[in-house]
């Protein structure tokens, strides 16, 4: 827990840093990650762009994996996943450009998208470090209420309390949110991770991290989910951390 965002933010930048230079990638063992978009990496994806241009870390060797992209927006729109990714990560590290997965929101069959995912996912043998937010409802990705323990990426409908959450990215209006978007699963995070970090920023925030750490395990709040991973760091400030 760290008394702002931006702590918390800087230690973990620091650590994926760490993580990946450790672990010393190379072509035929890439480091892979998974990615979450979201207002709470932001500062994190600022930092690694940083340590990039100061030459600390190179991605050349990273493959990543993004959690979840609306339905139907073009990658050149600039609410979708894709186009905040290439904003504020992408474009300005040496990532490959065939390194790097996200959902098509565009796919004509949606179905065989996730499906390709999932299995391109499972392709590289584990994921060794699988970073999150949390919804304020406890979602993870867009796995909203009702997600199983098994559930694997797939289209999926976004909750009332989700199109009212991302709203203020869609002139404050729930109505002009993506009804709809592709996620990866819980099981496509958890069955396939070695290492779950979740960064978990601002007041608006209590609830979810408050179950995440304590509420009864279950689809009602799939951020509880977490607690069956025997390998998961959260990463807070203080306000998002004040129930716990
Ligand atoms: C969206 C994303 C999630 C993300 C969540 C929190 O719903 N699909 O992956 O964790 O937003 O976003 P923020 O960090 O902006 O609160």
């Not at 404050?172 to 978990?200: M, Q, R, Y």
């Amino acid at each position: 827990v760290f008394a702002n965002g931006e702590k918390a933010s800087d230690f973990l930048a620091e650590y994926i840093v760490e993580k990946i230079n450790a672990f010393n990638p190379t072509p035929s063992r890439p480091f892979v990650i998974g990615l979450p978009t979201g207002s709470s990496p932001e500062k994190v994806y600022l930092n690694l762009v940083g340590y990039y241009k100061a030459g600390k870390i190179s991605f050349e060797n990273v493959v990543s994996f993004n959690m979840d992209e609306y339905l139907g927006l073009p990658p050149t729109d600039h609410q979708s996943y894709h186009y905040f990714m290439h904003h504020h990560l992408f474009d300005h590290i040496n990532m490959k450009p065939e390194n790097i997965n996200i959902l098509d929101g565009l796919a004509a069959d949606p179905a065989a998208e996730c499906a390709r995912y999932e299995a391109k996912i499972k392709s590289y043998g584990g994921i060794q470090l699988f970073l999150g937010g949390l919804g304020p409802e406890g979602h993870i990705a867009f796995n909203e209420a009702g997600s199983s323990r098994d559930s694997l990426t797939r289209k999926v409908t976004l909750a009332p309390s989700t199109l009212e959450a991302n709203s203020r990215f869609f002139d404050n209006d729930p109505n002009k949110v993506p009804k709809f978007a592709l996620s990866v699963g819980i099981s496509t995070v958890l069955d396939n991770s070695e290492e779950v970090v979740i960064i978990v920023i601002g007041k608006p925030k209590q609830f979810a991290l408050q179950k995440t750490t304590s509420g009864p395990v279950g689809s009602k709040f799939p951020c509880t989910f977490l607690q069956t991973h025997p390998n998961v760091l959260i990463v807070a400030d203080s306000s998002a951390a004040n129930k716990i």
